[in-house]
């Protein structure tokens, strides 16, 4: 005991650069074979800091084997225990070096395994060489990021195990190069007992903060992980800064996480009057974002945050206004009937003035409905106008107890002010907007009903004119594809003639059927229907169809020239089988033919009626 005393003692006392660390007796370092009592944990964290230095020292003039980062990346103890065996013969290099090499990004071979996850690779690594566990490679990491980082929560576990029995706290607490710890990287990829587990073993992980001001506690409430971030605010230290100057509470209003926002308010209550860069403090935020149950959380505790005015000049009341939420508006108002409701800055404007502006008629009934709030009806702003003449709604018109006699600085009263509406709300009939603004007010009489009558004819002359631009468009594209479809037909058909052609010498190429009465009808019955077709194809695409005076006439006129071309096509077709038929089949081809003829007749009938 003495002797091994005196040999720590002496180690310590010597340079780093004189000290090969760690030496090896029977495959574990001398700080393993050294006396609780002879080496306080403080001198074996100091010399363990030694034997760290002193390897990276070695780092850049010792590049890792290529056996044994192969071995590494695929997990090959095979590999690795044949090389551990090579290190260690007789002449070689002694095997604590050879494992330490490293890649040229800082790796070791117990970086690479975590990298990969191989467990039974990493427990072999570290029987030959513990002080592995301390290395860190260019990112800053140590091999217990590294699992956390990668996804690796099993293997995450077994390192945090060897670095505590080790008593390797320092090593734990390493940061990476954006300053995010092993508990940064747990939370992140969602490993809730490891997280649990890191806290234990080293809860000054609650103090980091990374590169961009995200601690713990914030990933973890912005997270929804309830029970880490419960477990971090039992740390009376622990840090709750987040990102955007914002804080773990207002990670809990966004979230609408109430029961986070209660522990907090028990434990941490000035974090509700910090405000982030937007000057937004966390009641703001779960007024913004509708989150009822954290407002009652938060005015609970202190109902004085209720009457928080920013710097911008605006209300709780005026921000619930703008989105709309009646909700924590409503909530408000319960624990806080006096809420203040005009803007600071500009006291003629009222949460009133906000719902009208940005159209949220739920928000308006609201006020109106509600007692403390029914006089902002008459409320005027810088211009003189209420909420009603800024932006006239069917809601405020229909009010009683508005004040219709007020007037604006231009001495424009809420119904003068309607005929502005007309063209925005166009599903208003004119004889209701009528009615509305005379019930307004009856006496006033500066917009007569014929002017209202003749703006109103006008938008619907306007909204007809539309309608039958688009009604004409879709007659010409549907028009012009069956015309072009019958032209297509027709023209085929005079190339495939009935009966064929003849192949007798002195008359190759002339219609058998020639002479026949039948075939000359087909022809000029087939000929006329693709002639008509073609020029209704040719009026469709090139008529001047953007003049209304020409529109008519070309509808008429396209419309008996397609007709046409169905008679035809459908006569051309009658002759055809007539001409092939009427040789050995007769009284069917006289069939066919009058099935035909009725055909056209009922769908001229149709047209007509």
């Known amino acids: 005991m003495q002797a091994s005393g005196v040999r720590a003692i002496f180690m310590l006392q010597l340079p780093s650069s004189v000290i090969d660390f760690p030496l090896k007796i029977s495959g574990c370092s001398i700080i393993d074979h050294l006396p609780t009592a002879a080496v306080k944990p403080a001198k074996r964290e100091a010399m363990t800091d030694i034997a760290s230095s002193s390897a990276q020292a070695q780092q850049q003039q010792a590049p890792m084997a290529e056996e044994l980062l192969k071995a590494a990346t695929c997990g090959?103890?095979?590999?690795?225990?044949?090389?551990?065996?090579?290190?260690?013969?007789?002449?070689?290099?002694?095997?604590?070096?050879?494992?330490?090499?490293?890649?040229?990004?800082?790796?070791?071979?117990?970086?690479?395994?975590?990298?990969?996850?191989?467990?039974?690779?990493?427990?072999?690594?570290?029987?030959?060489?513990?002080?592995?566990?301390?290395?860190?490679?260019?990112e800053g990491e140590t091999p217990l990021v590294i699992a956390v980082a990668h996804g690796h929560a099993n293997l995450a576990s077994l390192l945090l195990t060897r670095y505590h029995a080790l008593g390797l706290q320092t090593t734990i607490l390493?940061?990476?190069?954006?300053?995010?710890?092993?508990?940064?990287?747990?939370?992140?990829?969602?490993?809730?007992?490891?997280?649990?587990q890191l806290l234990e073993a080293e809860p000054a992980l609650s103090h980091h903060v990374n590169i961009y001001y995200e601690s713990p506690m914030f990933m973890a409430v912005m997270r929804g992980f309830g029970d880490i971030a419960l477990r971090l605010l039992e740390i009376n230290d622990s840090s709750h800064a987040g990102s955007f100057c914002r804080h773990a509470l207002h990670a809990a209003a966004k979230n609408g996480d109430q029961v986070i926002a209660a522990q907090i308010m028990k434990k941490r209550p000035q974090l509700a009057r910090e405000a982030d860069s937007n000057e937004d403090t966390p009641i703001r935020l779960a007024v913004c974002y509708n989150k009822v149950g954290v407002l009652r959380e938060l005015l609970q505790h202190d109902i004085s945050l209720g009457y928080e005015v920013n710097n911008q000049g605006f209300t709780l009341l005026t921000s619930a206004a703008t989105r709309g939420h009646v909700g924590v508006a409503r909530e408000l108002l319960n624990h806080c009937p006096d809420a203040p409701y005009r803007h600071v800055h500009h006291q003629e404007l009222t949460c009133?003035?906000?719902?009208?502006?940005?159209?949220?008629?739920k928000f308006i009934e609201f006020i109106l409905q509600t007692p403390q709030l029914e006089r902002l009806v008459n409320m005027q702003d810088s211009s003189g106008r209420t909420a009603q003449q800024r932006k006239s709604r069917s809601t405020l018109r229909s009010r009683e107890g508005i004040d219709t006699t007020i007037s604006d600085i231009h001495g424009e009263s809420a119904a003068s002010l309607l005929s502005g509406i007309t063209s925005h709300e166009k599903n208003l009939d004119w004889k209701e907007v009528q009615v509305l603004m005379l019930k307004a007010d009856p006496k006033d009489d500066d917009i007569p009903s014929d002017n209202l009558h003749k703006e109103v004819e006008q938008q619907e002359t306007i909204e007809s004119i539309k309608e039958r631009k688009s009604t004409t468009q879709r007659y010409t594209t549907n028009t012009s594809l069956v015309a072009i479809l019958l032209a297509t037909i027709t023209f085929t058909a005079a190339f495939t003639l009935p009966g064929g052609y003849s192949s007798d010498p002195g008359s190759e190429g002339i219609p058998i059927m020639s002479k026949k009465a039948a075939f000359q009808a087909f022809l000029i019955f087939d000929t006329l229907a693709m002639c008509s077709a073609f020029v209704v194809a040719v009026i469709?695409?090139?008529?001047?169809?953007?003049?209304?005076?020409?529109?008519?006439?070309?509808?008429?006129?396209?419309?008996?020239?397609?007709?046409?071309?169905?008679?035809?096509?459908?006569?051309?077709?009658?002759?055809?089988?007539?001409?092939?038929?009427?040789?050995?089949?007769?009284w069917m081809a006289i069939g066919i033919c009058l099935l035909l003829i009725q055909l056209a007749l009922q769908l001229d009938f149709a047209e007509h009626t």
């Open 352 to 361: 009133l003035h906000s719902a009208v502006q940005n159209g949220h008629t």
């Open 76 to 138: 090959e103890l095979d590999t690795l225990k044949m090389l551990i065996s090579t290190f260690s013969g007789p002449g070689t290099t002694p095997v604590v070096s050879d494992l330490r090499g490293t890649t040229p990004a800082g790796n070791t071979c117990l970086h690479i395994s975590c990298i990969h996850g191989h467990i039974e690779f990493f427990r072999l690594a570290l029987e030959v060489d513990q002080s592995l566990l301390s290395k860190v490679n260019d």
């Open 174 to 196: 390493r940061q990476d190069k954006d300053k995010s710890n092993a508990l940064h990287h747990a939370i992140r990829n969602g490993y809730m007992d490891l997280a649990i």
């Open 540 to 586: 469709c695409l090139m008529g001047r169809w953007e003049d209304d005076r020409f529109t008519s006439y070309y509808i008429t006129v396209t419309k008996r020239l397609t007709w046409f071309a169905y008679m035809a096509t459908l006569a051309a077709f009658a002759a055809g089988l007539y001409t092939v038929l009427s040789s050995r089949r007769h």
